[in-house]
């Protein structure tokens, strides 16, 4: 079992729809859990962290987290084109680590 | 503030060549990662330094890769021998401390090895 699981994709979905990423991971000691955005080409960089559970928001983008399902996700609201990228969740293990362990990244798909 | 900086951004060897990637990470930042990106594995920790100390370097393949960052402002990533299975992005990238849940790592734009 992978330490951090997405589904690869790619996601498809039309502009101004609702676009939902989802990752497992499997330390349950886990602290805290981020989301990247990699465009083609480009190196990552943070979208959200969470670190508590239940929802978080910034703007259109939700970060939600269940530890007991051990389960995070990423919600886009009002996709648009230029949300077109991977995502990438990150979990940082217990202990006071700087270490991230990356899922595969799910490549998501709007359509305009 | 530059960012992270990394070079060189692309380098085509041949196998057997050695090949040294290079790092500056965002001043003021106590930690340092390198990481690997492949199609196959994703984006993969190589090693991290907090305060010029490696920490973990655990994702390290073997002993072909050596790290070093002999200061605050520099680390490079040597690979000897290179073979074509190393051909990837290598990422660099830098946080602040490590303090609670909300660091935050800021990559560099990347090296793509191509190794022949």
């Known amino acids: 079992q992978k330490e951090v699981e997405q589904n690869s994709g790619p996601l498809s979905v039309p502009e101004g729809a609702i676009a939902s990423l989802n990752c497992t991971y499997s330390d349950r000691g886990s602290q805290s859990f981020f989301w990247y955005r990699q465009y083609s080409g480009k190196s990552p960089e943070l979208i959200m962290f969470?670190?508590?559970?239940g929802d978080k928001e910034d703007g259109r983008f939700t970060a939600q987290l269940n530890k007991a399902s051990q389960y995070v996700s990423l919600l886009i609201r009002d996709s648009q084109p230029s949300d077109s990228a991977t995502y990438l969740c990150a979990v940082r293990g217990s202990g006071n680590t700087g270490k991230l362990i990356f899922g595969q990244g799910t490549t998501l798909q709007v359509k305009p | 503030d530059a960012g992270v900086i990394q070079s060189p951004r692309h380098e085509v060897t041949e196998m057997g060549q050695e090949v040294t990637l290079r790092c500056k990470p965002i001043?003021?930042?106590?930690?340092l990662f390198w990481y690997r990106q492949t199609m196959m594995r994703g984006l993969e920790l190589l090693i991290y330094f907090n305060n010029n100390v490696p920490i973990d370097d655990s994702g390290m393949p073997e002993d072909r890769f050596s790290a070093k960052m002999p200061n605050a402002s520099f680390s490079t990533l040597k690979i000897q021998p290179s073979e074509p299975r190393d051909s990837a992005v290598y990422f660099c990238?830098?946080?602040?401390?490590?303090?609670?849940?909300?660091?935050?790592?800021?990559f560099g734009p990347g090296t793509r090895l191509t190794v022949l």
């Open positions: 969470i670190y508590s559970n």
């Open positions: 990238a830098s946080s602040p401390k490590v303090q609670g849940f909300s660091d935050t790592q800021y």
């Open positions: 001043s003021g930042h106590d930690y």
